[in-house]
């Protein structure tokens, strides 16, 4: 089994910056893709960004391309969301998510892809 917990949340002005922090315990050694997930109120549940092990590749969502940067330590078994240029729209409750195998690039951006999320952490954005 795994856990993730994530860390880093809270609030911000428009155009601040945050770094989201995502811990793994228990068989980390089984996870090759991790994701970032977030839920504004009223919507579902999106895709943000996503790394394979190693973190040669990564994804973005067009919303957050050129502002969020994802990143992992594989070493400390935490995966990292740097997010500047913070804007209203991004106010939402973030998810960490994993899955054991390499998540294939046509599947990447599924919520459905991953087996283990953390509880969330929520990031408000005032203007």
């Known amino acids: 089994q795994v856990q993730l917990v994530e860390s880093g949340g809270g609030l911000v002005q428009a155009g601040g910056s945050l770094r989201l922090s995502c811990a793994a315990s228990g068989h980390t050694s089984r996870l090759s893709t991790m994701g970032w997930f977030r839920q504004a109120p009223g919507k579902e549940r999106e895709f943000v960004a996503a790394?394979?092990?190693?973190?040669?590749?990564?994804y973005y969502a067009d919303s957050v391309k050129g502002r969020f940067t994802i990143s992992r330590d594989n070493a400390k078994n935490t995966v990292y969301l740097q997010m500047n240029g913070l804007n209203a729209e991004d106010t939402a409750v973030y998810y960490c998510?994993?899955?054991?195998?390499?998540?294939?690039?046509?599947?990447?951006?599924?919520?459905?892809?991953?087996?283990?999320w953390g509880q969330g952490t929520q990031v408000t954005v005032s203007s």
């Open positions: 790394s394979r092990w190693g973190g040669a590749n990564t």
């Open positions: 998510a994993a899955h054991p195998w390499p998540v294939s690039t046509a599947q990447i951006m599924g919520a459905g892809s991953y087996d283990y």
